[in-house]
T-cell receptor, first 111, second 112 residues
């Protein structure tokens, strides 16, 4: 069945460095993707999204890259800050059907 | 603009009991999706409601049911609770399926 997975379950980065969180998806028909940040005890927080007709989208300190050829999604966080520490999920959607989430990557920012 | 809200925040139930969780969608959103998130895992889709009708369902048994009201708020009902139903239940709203989806803070359900 369709699935969304992450290459790295945990990621530790130094404060100020850039972070890259990766995600592989298996459903080539997925046309919309969202990255979420989830802090302990809270619901997932929308970070950035991208549709399949794009390969890059930038927000404030974040960039999402989509490579449909290899079904790969990444989230880049520039100048990582302590407040970025959280679990990050990618989620895929297939033409308005339900979102499928991966297991998440825990990002730890080291002082 | 009001975000997605959920109630209650925490709930403890006994195996075999029934529970109702509530969600108010973000202003302007007509679609509500419910997810179950077990500890250490990603959210798993339960079902989605669009304009008061179920619009997609995940791999959950019929004892998980829901409603959506004319104001687009929603309820998740779980009958015959099992220990494995212990999880964080998340509600997300959007302006139609396949669009930006925003989550509420969740309801932590513990079944003993």
């Amino acid at each position: 069945g369709e699935s969304v997975g992450l290459h790295l379950p945990t990621l530790s980065v130094q404060e100020g460095d850039n972070s890259i969180i990766n995600c592989a998806y298996s459903n080539s028909a997925s046309d919309y993707f969202i990255w979420y940040k989830q802090e302990s005890g809270k619901g997932p927080q929308f970070i950035i999204d991208i549709r399949s007709n794009m390969d890059k989208r930038q927000g404030q300190r974040v960039t999402v890259l989509l490579n449909k050829t290899v079904k790969h999604l990444s989230l880049q966080i520039a100048a990582t800050q302590p407040g970025d520490s959280a679990v990050y999920f990618c989620a895929e959607n297939n033409y308005g059907q339900n979102f499928v989430f991966g297991p998440g990557t825990r990002l730890s920012v080291l002082p | 603009e009001t975000g997605v809200t959920q109630s209650p925040t925490h709930l403890i139930k006994t195996r075999g009991q029934q529970v109702t969780l509530r969600c108010s969608s973000q202003s302007g959103h007509n679609t509500v999706s419910w997810y179950q998130q077990a500890l250490g895992q990603g959210p798993q889709f339960i079902f989605q409601y669009y304009r008061e009708e179920e619009n997609g369902r995940g791999n959950f048994p019929p004892r998980f049911s829901g409603l959506q009201f004319p104001n687009y708020s929603s309820e998740l009902n779980v009958n015959a609770l099992e220990l494995d139903d212990s999880a964080l239940y998340l509600c997300a709203s959007s302006a139609g399926g396949g669009n930006e989806q925003y989550f509420g803070p969740g309801t932590r359900l513990t079944v003993t």
